[in-house]
C-alpha cells in the first residue's frame, strides 16, 4: 500500500482502527480461556481429588494386575472420572472424544460431524429411543438429540457427570428430549427391547471384556436395529514385543482409566460372538482428511497460546501447570491432589499423541452392527 496518498491525520486513523480490531481479535479467545480457567477453578470447584493415590496404584504394576483392574473396573473407572471430568470439560469441551478435522473445519465442527456421523448409521427417525453408553456429561448426546429429533437416554457409573450432564441439558433447553442415568453398562438397568438404536463413542474400552459389555447392548437393542461405536483399539502396527509400544499402550491405559487394550480384531469378533450381525469394521481414523488434521493433532505441542488444548503441550506449559496446581493447592484453592490428577492426564495424552502418529493405535475403531430380527 502506497502511505504518501494518505495525510497523517488519516494514517493515525485508520492504525487506531487496525489496532482497535486487532485487539478484539487476540481479546475474544483469551477472554474464553480465562473465564473457562475460572470456572473450572473457582466457580464450580474442583471435585475432591483425594481418589488420586488409590486410582495409581491400580495402574502399578507392582501392586496390581490386569486381572485386578479387570476385577475392580467400576470403582477405577468411576475414580478416574471423579478426577477427570472436569479437567476434560476445561481442556476439551463436553464431547469427550476425538475426531480428525477436515479441510475447513475448526474443532467444535469437526466434533459435531464425528457424532452425527455415527448416529446417521443407526437409521433414526424423529422421536426414536436412543441409548447412549457410557455418556460422559451428554454432549454428543445434546448434539444427537438435536440433529435427529431423537430422545436420547445416557448412561455413565459416575454420579458426578450424571448431575453435570443433567444440570447442562437443563441449561440447554433439552432436557426434556435428553437425560443422564447412573449405571453400569455391563448391567444395563433397561429391560429387553428397550431402544430403537445404541450408540457409544470411545466408552466400551473401559469395560473389564467387550463380550460383556456388548451382550448388554444386544439385550436391551429392539430386534432388527444398530448398534454403532467408535472404539480404542491397538491396530495391526502395534508390536507386543517392542518396549516402546508397550509403553505407549500403558501410559494411554494409565491416563484414560483403562483395564487392558485389546486388539481391533477382537472387538469386531466380540460383536459377532454375542449375536450381532456386523455391517462395517473399520479404522475411521484413516478416512481422508486431505487438507485437514489427523486426529491426534490437539495433542501435539504449540507454543501458539490460541492452539488451546495444544499449548497445554508445549515444554513449559507442560512442566510448569502440575507446579501452579501444586501451588494452588497449598494455599487451598484447589483441593491436595490436584497436581496429580494433571500429571496422570498428561500422561494419556501423550500416549495417544505417540499411538497416533506411530500408528498403533486408534480411537475411532468404527463397527456397525444389527440385532436381527429372530
Sequence with gaps: MDLSKFSQEEIKVYGSVAVAVACVVVAK????????????????GLHNQTEIDTYNDLHNDSKKSVEDREKEYATMVNAYYDLATEF?????????????????????????????????????????????VGCGVGGPARNIAHFTGAHVTGITINNYQVSRGNQLCARQGVAEDVKLVQGDFMELPFPDNSFDGVYAIEATCHAPNREGVYSEILRVLKPGQVFATYEWCLTDDYDASSPYHQQIKKDIEEGDGLPDMCHTSKCTQALRDVGF????????????????????????PSWNPFLMPRFQFNPVIFKLSPMILYALECIRVVPAGTHKTQIMLQKGGVGCELGGSTGVFTPMWLMVARKPLK
Design 29 to 44: 479467545p483469551l477472554c474464553v480461556a480465562a473465564h473457562r480457567t475460572y470456572d473450572f477453578i473457582f466457580a464450580k
Design 88 to 132: 476434560y470439560e476445561w481442556g476439551w469441551g463436553q464431547s469427550f472424544h476425538f475426531s480428525t478435522q477436515k479441510k475447513g473445519e475448526n474443532f467444535k465442527a469437526a466434533t459435531i460431524r464425528h457424532e452425527t456421523y455415527l448416529a446417521g448409521r443407526l437409521g433414526l427417525c424423529a422421536g426414536a429411543k436412543v441409548l447412549d
Design 277 to 300: 450381525e456386523v455391517l462395517e469394521a473399520r479404522d475411521a481414523a484413516l478416512d481422508d482428511y486431505t487438507g485437514g488434521e489427523p486426529w491426534y493433532r490437539p495433542l501435539t
